[in-house]
T-cell receptor, first 117, second 116 residues
Framework: AQSVTQLDSQVPVFEEAPVELRCNYS??????LFWYVQYPNQGLQLLLK??????LVKGINGFEAEFNKSQTSFHLRKPSVHISDTAEYFC???????????????FGKGTKLSVIP | GAVVSQHPSRVICKSGTSVKIECRSL??????MFWYRQFPKQSLMLMAT?????????EQGVEKDKFLINHASLTLSTLTVTSAHPEDSSFYIC????????????FGPGTRLTVL
């Protein structure tokens, strides 16, 4: 079974400061890892994903994440945040096979990033 | 590419009525669609998984007779909340994937259901 732990439920940070949102996972199989962002009353938008290869993954909006297999982590970082980055961020790991070539995703509980002007 | 739409975006209904939510993949064929429920300030809870042309697989604790899912084509899945009650009020989100999407799911914008 897969699980995802997002260690911080809320992260306040001043505008233009760096931020790290933490994510740890457990899985008994090879993993694909994802970070999604959700703005209020909207669906989820993919920020970045790790499938294989380089452990440093770059995504949209200046975000990046590093896959660390030994620490089972996939922390999300941004060197300088903007007000527009205020949103909920979800880490997810691929899970059980759903059939037809697709897999379920297991989500963390989310981290609310609040950027302070 | 990989756009998923949901309709309606917001619906208010009276207790006891049924509500249908549509999820469409606009520019790709979705072999699998997922339905999630999200309570305020919480994560997504997977309700069911549906593969085109097959019966949906429901997660433990989700009433299949209350939440009817149909995935009759590669671009459309519907979720019908039957005899809705106030406790069914929630944000419902669908997602879609294909074998070539490498486990990535493409999410719809969500539907806010309020049952009075």
């Amino acid at each position: 079974a897969q699980s995802v732990t997002q260690l911080d439920s809320q992260v306040p940070v001043f505008e233009e400061a760096p931020v790290e949102l933490r994510c740890n996972y457990s899985s008994s199989v090879s993993v694909y890892l994802f970070w999604y962002v959700q703005y209020p009353n909207q669906g989820l938008q993919l920020l970045l994903k790790y499938l294989s290869g380089s452990t440093l993954v770059k995504g949209i909006n200046g975000f990046e994440a590093e896959f660390n297999k030994s620490q089972t982590s996939f922390h999300l970082r941004k060197p300088s945040v903007h007000i527009s980055d205020t949103a909920e961020y979800f880490c997810a790991v691929s899970g059980s096979y759903s059939g037809a070539g697709s897999y379920q995703l297991t989500f963390g509980k989310g981290t609310k990033l609040s950027v302070i002007p | 590419g990989a756009v998923v739409s949901q309709h309606p975006s917001r619906v208010i209904c009276k207790s006891g009525t049924s509500v249908k939510i549509e999820c469409r993949s606009l520019d790709f064929q979705a072999t699998t669609m997922f339905w999630y429920r999200q309570f305020p300030k919480q994560s997504l809870m997977l309700m069911a998984t549906s593969n085109e042309g097959s019966k949906a697989t429901y997660e433990q604790g989700v009433e299949k007779d209350k939440f009817l899912i149909n995935h009759a084509s590669l671009t459309l899945s519907t979720l019908t909340v039957t005899s809705a009650h106030p406790e069914d009020s929630s944000f419902y989100i669908c997602s879609a994937s294909t074998p070539s999407s490498y486990n990535e799911q493409f999410f719809g914008p969500g539907t806010r259901l309020t049952v009075l």
